[in-house]
Antibody
Framework: QLHLQESGPELVKPSETLSLTCTVS??????????WGWIRQPPGRGLEWLGT???????YYSPSLKSRVTMSVDTSKSQFSLKLTSVSAADTAIYFC??????????????WGQGTLVTVSS | QSVLTQPPSVSGAPGQRVTISCTGS?????????VHWYQQLPGTAPKLLIF???NRPSGVPDRFSGSKSGTSASLAISGLQAEDEADYYC???????????FGGGTKLTVL
């Protein structure tokens, strides 16, 4: 059974870079049938899509974060990563990694990690 | 403010039917992009409930159904149960944003 697990620092200082990793188990990342994404949720608020990348290498980022966000994948480690630069308190959120299946839909996410809370504070 | 507008809250008694709307525009739902729905129980990750407007993943009860018309979509929940109390989010693609987006979410309270 597929399992996604986010990991990374729980506390990041303002202006620094937030770095998170999602480790995938129970399924292969080297499969064109899947795409991978990051979604965040500020405490008590709604979901915000951050970006999605496809097996082909095509990556889409949220326009509001495009200048600060980078996603990458390391299939040898079954991991994909998120980097968000120049963070501020507004970036405090629960960060989820997720997977979608191309045979299901073009951009929905059918498997999610449990999420990890990242707080931006000095 | 989200480009996909949902009512902040809805409520219903056990056994009743409720609907949650998701109103978009000509650059997303109205452009023909599919709408997906997620259920988020308190303290948990979202779960895909409906994909491509009206399809249920395996394991989702048929009490949940989706529809789409014009620039809006709806999620209907019939035979309300206490365990349906959760936050519900719609998702679609937007041309102008060149990416995906979520609605602001709707909190369902089962009275």
């Amino acid at each position: 059974q597929l399992h996604l697990q986010e990991s990374g620092p729980e506390l990041v200082k303002p202006s620094e870079t937030l770095s998170l990793t999602c480790t995938v188990s129970g399924g292969s990342m080297s499969n064109s049938a899947y795409y991978w994404g990051w979604i965040r949720q500020p405490p008590g608020r709604g979901l915000e899509w951050l970006g999605t990348f496809f097996y082909s290498g095509t990556t889409y980022y949220s326009p509001s974060l495009k200048s600060r966000v980078t996603m990458s994948v390391d299939t040898s480690k079954s991991q994909f990563s998120l980097k968000l630069t120049s963070v501020s308190a507004a970036d405090t959120a629960i960060y989820f990694c997720a997977r979608g299946t191309v045979t299901t839909c073009d951009d929905c996410f059918d498997s999610w990690g449990q999420g990890t809370l990242v707080t931006v504070s000095s | 403010q989200s480009v996909l507008t949902q009512p902040p809250s809805v409520s219903g008694a056990p056994g009743q039917r409720v609907t949650i709307s998701c109103t978009g525009s000509s650059s997303n739902i109205g452009a023909g992009y599919d709408v997906h729905w997620y259920q988020q129980l308190p303290g948990t990750a979202p779960k895909l409930l409906i994909f491509d407007n009206n399809n249920r993943p395996s394991g989702v009860p048929d009490r949940f159904s989706g529809s789409k018309s014009g620039t809006s979509a709806s999620l209907a929940i019939s035979g309300l149960q206490a365990e349906d109390e959760a936050d519900y989010y719609c998702q679609s693609h937007d041309n102008s944003l060149t990416g995906s987006l979520f609605g602001g979410g709707t909190k369902l309270t089962v009275l």
